[in-house]
């Protein structure tokens, strides 16, 4: 079986999401022997159709334009049996990448009108290969792909074999979620699996891809923390993940998501423990937490009995969990104080990775 795998996305340099789930497609799918010709199409030059109809009267079933797409990917398309479109999801749609290179395949239809099924259609010129439609989103509901569903179904038809969404999308490379992340991206491995064997893909499998990997609340807060990190340091959301930057909180309500979301059960396995901290300066306030052998659950206010308890002033203990400052330089400089038991305040790194 030939298979082609096209993503449409822009980005490159491991920062693309359509492209990590491709990948996982891609790999099951190989799994099973089919051959698998991926396509960036940000390397190649797909020029949108011109819409002379060239194609359809001078040179039939030939475009004139000279680029890739005439040169290579038409006739990669043609000889495919299973075509998986990979798309970013913009503006509720396919972006407009991908809908150049089907505007293009154009060739593949007759000028002529028939009936089919009590709608007007062109007839093919020759059998077009089976489509999986697969797009990201960064909004975190499924509805947000109903619009480039109901586009592909209406487009492929009976072609359609399967349809993989992926909504919040940008937490696929966010190290606080690598657990559920691994899950999802096994899930698509067997969906490609199942795709090669079946032409279908389980709805056990469908649903492990579409995961919940974060509440929503949770996620709008994560994601305008760090659009408020990019902005107020000036570098792009790719330089933001080169630099393994930390979303920094404004709030107290902010720290506490953040402190949950970076919390690593598995190193607090053994760790029973009531930390409290108070803030001056920017944002006054006290809040705890309450560690409980791998789990944790955020408070505001101050804790009855804890056992490490921290004053410092906001900004100061931002510039810590964001890594700018160095925790324990700025305990020697007596920049915040710690009471109680300081090999919590020694640990902090390790239970909050
Ligand atoms: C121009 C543009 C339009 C977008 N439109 C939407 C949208 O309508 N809905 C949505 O949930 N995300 C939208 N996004 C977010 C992308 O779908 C999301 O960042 C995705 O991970 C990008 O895929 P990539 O990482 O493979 O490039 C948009 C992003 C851009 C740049």
């Known amino acids: 079986m030939k298979i082609m795998a096209i993503s449409s996305s822009p980005r490159g340099g491991g920062q693309s999401k359509t492209e990590i789930m491709l990948s996982a497609l891609v790999k099951g799918m190989r799994e099973t022997g089919a051959t698998v010709q991926e396509v960036y199409l940000r390397n190649h030059k ?7 109809y060239t194609c359809w009267t001078k040179t039939p079933g030939v475009c004139q334009l000279k680029d890739d797409m005439t040169l290579k990917l038409f006739p990669m398309f043609l000889e495919s049996d299973i075509v998986v479109y990979a798309s970013p999801l913009y503006h509720f749609t396919m972006n407009a990448c991908m809908k150049a290179f089907i505007e293009r395949t154009l060739p593949m239809v007759q000028p002529f009108l028939v009936d089919k099924g009590g709608r007007t259609s062109h007839p093919l010129r020759t059998k077009p290969p089976a489509s999986v439609m697969l797009s990201v989103a960064g909004f975190p509901e499924i509805s947000v792909f109903q619009h480039l569903s109901s586009h592909v179904r209406f487009m492929f038809g009976k072609g359609l074999l399967a349809e993989i969404y992926r909504p919040a999308a940008e937490l696929l490379s966010n190290p606080a979620f690598k657990r559920t992340v691994a899950d999802i991206l096994e899930a698509t491995t067997e969906a490609g699996r199942e795709l090669v064997e079946s032409s279908r893909i389980k709805d056990a499998t469908m649903q492990r891809i579409t995961q919940t990997i974060c509440d929503t609340e949770s ?3 994560m994601g305008d923390l760090m659009w408020k990190t990019c902005i107020a340091e000036g570098i792009t959301t790719k330089e933001f993940q080169a630099k393994g930057r930390v979303p920094r909180p404004d709030s107290i309500a902010s720290f506490l998501a953040v402190m949950k979301i970076g919390f690593n059960p598995k190193k607090a396995a053994d760790t029973q423990a009531v930390l409290q901290f108070t803030f001056t300066g920017t944002v006054e306030g006290s809040c705890h937490l ?3 052998k791998g789990k944790i659950e955020t408070h505001t206010g101050a804790a009855p ?8 002033p906001f900004e100061t203990w931002m ?3 964001t890594k700018k400052a160095d925790g324990a330089q700025l305990f020697v400089e007596q920049k915040y104080t710690a009471e109680g038991n300081l090999d919590l305040l020694m640990n902090m790194a390790k239970l909050f990775g």
């Open 290 to 292: 309450i560690i409980d």
């Open 46 to 52: 797909v020029h949108y159709c011109t819409g002379c």
């Open 305 to 312: 009995k804890p056992d490490l308890a921290i004053t410092a």
């Open 319 to 321: 510039d810590v969990i």
């Open 219 to 221: 996620l709008r807060m």
